[in-house]
């Protein structure tokens, strides 16, 4: 009865808070669906528009959710949010998106825009976005086994990292067990985290921290930061190239034997190249020699290769290969190259 008396008394009312209740509702889908994202065979996608990385262009929509669109399908955009716009040159731009003519984006702050080649464009971020959406990263793990010469191997891996208007950041642990009859187990654990600050005309400024054990390389401990200047001399939609060069500071302390504190200069070059055509497909080189400024003769190098390609959805299988190299190593004992092949399957968000 108290019900009706109510609907009874305020007809009006009552309408007015299912008006509201139905606007709520719809509220979140319709805010969601700001931009459209046109593409060459015609079809038009309307949603709101996450960003461009690594020749993918994320759009959640509410009626098939998340989607990721090859950035050569794309023939024009629209979306009123803020983002910064990155070009092949390392110039950005920051603004609404629109079309323009030509097959080009339209890039409008405070009314002034600016059209840019859409095949020109390697990365969009928005200018407002939460922690947590800005997260890419990756999970893995290996397993081997020979029964012949009784000797298996485990690897366990995983990655993060997130890039900002003028920063991007990525930190990452590996480690690799290895065990064989009657010799002692073998490790290879490391820990890295960069910071490039990022500049015009595609240089950075590179912050690095790293701490890793090696049994086959006699060492207990290396812990080093540094820093220097590099430059992307490639980047493109397909694939990145960089060099750089510093100098690090480190403490080693060897599995038998004292520590020591090193200077050393640092010389380096990463070539990535990525494929979104079935199947996915993502290679990773990292090169860095070590020179050391303060042990006569002495020279480390390291060479990281890393060969992903997607299974189903989101899952991978892969390869890793892996060489660490000291002419001057820590012990008498140990080895002066440790090098290692390991397969995994892994998942990537």
Known sequence: ????????????????????????????????????????????????????????????????????????????????EYFEVELTTGHRYYGTLSPGPQATLGVTLNGRAVHVDLLSIVRIRPLKQSFWSRLDGSVSLGASY?????IGQGSFSVS????????????????????QPNEPQQTRTMYTLGVNRLLRGRWFVPVTGRAEHNTDLGLQLRAAYGGGLGRYLRQSNRSLFSVAAGLTQNLEIPVDGDRTTNVEAFVGARYSFFTYDTPKTNLTSTFVMYPS????????????????????????????????????????????????????????F
């Open 160 to 179: 993060v990292g997130a890039r900002r208007p003028k920063l991007e950041w990525s930190t990452k642990f590996d480690t690799t067990v290895t065990v």
């Open 146 to 150: 020979t029964q012949s010469s009784g």
């Open 1 to 80: 009865m108290g019900d009706q008396r109510w609907w009874s008394k305020g007809p009006a009312l009552g309408r007015a808070v299912l008006l509201l209740a139905l606007l709520f509702a719809a509220g979140p889908a319709a805010a969601a669906d700001t931009g459209l994202v046109v593409l060459k065979n015609g079809t038009q996608i309307a949603g709101e528009v996450k960003g461009l990385q690594m020749a993918k262009l994320e759009v959640s929509t509410t009626s098939m959710g998340t989607i990721y669109i090859e950035w050569d399908k794309v023939l024009a955009l629209t979306a009123p």
């Open 293 to 348: 400024l303060n042990v006569g003769g002495r020279v480390r190098t390291d060479l990281d290769v890393n060969l992903s390609r997607e299974i189903v959805s989101d899952f991978t299988v892969g390869l890793t290969l892996y060489d660490s190299f000291d002419n001057k190593p820590l012990s008498a004992t140990a080895t002066k190259h440790d090098i290692g092949v390991t397969l995994s399957i892994g998942w990537v």
